[in-house]
Structures are given as structure tokens and as C-alpha cells.
């Protein structure tokens, strides 16, 4: 999950930050979110095809807009690199019903890893207990 998500300060941030998760998705809805990721996509996350009048195809996530620009980040890979399309010359847009994350991410875990991943995400993940936080640096 952390090659995706950020859980409790650890991992990349491609995808929505776990950590509070299941103030949204608890018990059945939240692994039905691991099992079936399209069936409720963060709007931060959500992919959006642009249809330019120029006939170019611009797809990706909406980073800002404002009331001449559309900025997309076409990979979250690569959340820097972004592309400014003008309004004026957007013919269309469709926003994907489709998850980034891929359907079957869960079917390398046992039943038992599963139900332990919705009991961590329900946690918060993991937490550095107070008295070890002191002197704990990420280089």
C-alpha cells in the first residue's frame, strides 16, 4: 500500500492518505474500497480525459483550475510535471469512472492479511509510541 499511499507519515503520496481513512469507510466499506477501488474514488485522485479542440488527448488528475486554466498532472508519479490547458480550448471532458489504484491488488493477501489490513487502516496505521518519537529522523 505504501508505494501508493501515505499511512500514519510513511509511504507516497500517489494515491489519498490512508491514515484517516475510516472516518469515511469502516468495516464492510472499507474493504470493499481494497477489493473494489472504483467503487468510490477521491475526487483528488479521480482521472479526467480532456478532448482539445486542436484534436490532442490530455488525461490526468486535476491539480488547480481557475477561470482560464485547467492544470493536470498527467502521472502522480511525476506530480511536478504538469500540463496547463486553456479552457477556451478544451471541446470536452470526461471524468473516469475508473480507479488509478488496479482492481486485484488484494488478491496477493490471505483472508488473514486482508481483515489485518482494514484493522491497521481502521487504527490509523502504525504509530511510534511517545516515548521513542525523540530522536527518530527520516534522512
Known sequence: CNQCHVVAGHG???GPDLTKVSEQFKGRKLLQQI?????VINEKY???QFD???GETV???IATQDKRTITVIPNLLAPKAV???????IKSRRTSKL??????????????????????????GFKLPAGLKHGHQHK
Open 35 to 39: 477489493l473494489e477501488p472504483s467503487a
Open 52 to 54: 482539445m479542440k486542436n
Open 83 to 89: 500540463i496547463k490547458l486553456p479552457k477556451r480550448q
Open 46 to 48: 479521480q482521472s479526467v
Open 59 to 61: 488525461t490526468g488528475v
Open 12 to 14: 507516497v503520496p500517489v
Open 99 to 124: 480507479s488509478s489504484m488496479p482492481q486485484g491488488m488484494a488478491t496477493v493477501l490471505t483472508k488473514e492479511q486482508i481483515l489485518d489490513l482494514v484493522a491497521f487502516l481502521q487504527a490509523g
